[in-house]
T-cell receptor, first 116, second 110 residues
Framework: AQKVTQAQTEISVVEKEDVTLDCVYETRDTTYYLFWYKQPPSGELVFLIRRNSFDEQNEISGRYSWNFQKSTSSFNFTITASQVVDSAVYFCALSERLTGANNLFFGTGTRLTVIP | SQTIHQWPATLVQPVGSPLSLECTVEGTSNPNLYWYRQAAGRGLQLLFYSVGIGQISSEVPQNLSASRPQDRQFILSSKKLLLSDSGFYLC?????????FGPGTRLTVL
């Protein structure tokens, strides 16, 4: 069975601090895909990144970076020098395929508040 | 470029009334389509998905139903709403990299 755990329900940081959002997943498949989405107060989910299970290279995009570790089944997300605009709920998700019935299994989300 | 639309944006309905939420995708053909529900303060729950016209799979048994009358149209319906149907409903389509979500419909059942 598939499961995504985001143990941090809420995090508050002061602007310019770095923050890491944790994500731990469970799957029996050897090939799978991991995602992060951002949900700002407007409600719409914004796609941030997809990581394939066969590619463990970490990725950096501006102030965002992702650390994928298969050994610990984790896919953590770090925001460097946080800004008020980063305040949102962040969801980690897992899918076992990209075609056909490729359902996404979501974690319960982490609400990040960046205090100015 | 591809875009996804949902309407209405907000809806307040009495218990027992019918429901119809619409989702349309532009700029792509034969996409996989999905309906999710997000209850207040909680994660997303997959309700239905469709891999083609007339093909609907249900993930959670409930009083909701879905239909896909056209390639890029996905409709969520109910004959009689329950209080527990309140939530934020999101439609998504499967793009090249991942699922992309619409703006959502916030449904309040009173």
């Amino acid at each position: 069975a598939q499961k995504v755990t985001q143990a941090q329900t809420e995090i508050s940081v002061v602007e310019k601090e770095d923050v890491t959002l944790d994500c731990v997943y469970e799957t029996r498949d050897t090939t799978y895909y991991l995602f992060w989405y951002k949900q700002p107060p407007s409600g719409e989910l914004v796609f941030l990144i997809r990581r394939n299970s066969f590619d463990e290279q970490n990725e950096i995009s501006g102030r965002y970076s992702w650390n994928f570790q298969k050994s610990t089944s984790s896919f953590n997300f770090t925001i460097t020098a946080s800004q008020v605009v980063d305040s949102a709920v962040y969801f980690c998700a897992l899918s076992e395929r990209l075609t056909g019935a490729n359902n996404l299994f979501f974690g319960t989300g982490t609400r990040l508040t960046v205090i100015p | 470029s591809q875009t996804i639309h949902q309407w209405p944006a907000t809806l307040v309905q009495p218990v027992g009334s019918p429901l119809s939420l619409e989702c349309t995708v532009e700029g792509t053909s034969n996409p996989n389509l999905y309906w999710y529900r997000q209850a207040a303060g909680r994660g997303l729950q997959l309700l239905f998905y469709s891999v083609g016209i007339g093909q609907i799979s249900s993930e959670v048994p409930q009083n909701l139903s879905a239909s896909r009358p056209q390639d890029r149209q996905f409709i969520l319906s109910s004959k009689k709403l329950l209080l527990s149907d309140s939530g934020f409903y999101l439609c998504a389509w499967m793009g090249r990299v991942g699922q992309y979500f619409g703006p959502g419909t916030r449904l309040t059942v009173l």
